[in-house]
Nanobody, 129 residues
Framework: QVQLVESGGGLAQSGASLRLSCTAT????????VAWFRQAPGEKRIRVAC?????????????YYEEFVKGRFAISRDNAKNTVYLAMSNLKPEDTAVYYC?????????????????WGQGTQVTASS
């Protein structure tokens, strides 16, 4: 049985940092694209960042970010711990949302929620002004 479990959310002041973790059981994260999505009240769930298969030339995981988090958030993967992280810095009130991790074998780092096969239960992040 596949499970994705998020942790690390909480309340932070604007400008502060948080690190979210997504630990998987029942699947190996290095064989999946794993993304972080977020959903604010009344809004659609949108992709924030994704980690995909390694680049053939560099051997490093490919990472993708939405413009509104570039330079502030960093996604990474620890295959030994079967965990994907989202390090968030310089948090803004507009980052307040429930954050979900999701996994897919699509390998195109999709933005479409329907292309993800497995989801975590979500963790609340609140950035106060």
């Amino acid at each position: 049985q596949v499970q994705l479990v998020e942790s690390g959310g909480g309340l932070a002041q604007s400008g502060a940092s948080l690190r979210l973790s997504c630990t998987a059981t029942g699947l190996a994260v290095d064989y999946y694209d794993v993304a972080w999505f977020r959903q604010a009240p009344g809004e659609k769930r949108i992709r924030v960042a994704c980690v995909s298969r390694p680049d053939d030339r560099t051997g490093k995981d490919k990472t993708y970010y939405e413009e509104f988090v570039k330079g502030r958030f960093a996604i990474s993967r620890d295959n030994a711990k079967n965990t994907v992280y989202l390090a968030m810095s310089n948090l803004k009130p507009e980052d307040t949302a429930v954050y979900y991790c999701a996994a897919t074998r699509d390998y195109s780092a999709p933005r479409d929620v329907l292309k993800y096969d497995y989801w975590g239960q979500g963790t609340q992040v609140t950035a106060s002004s």
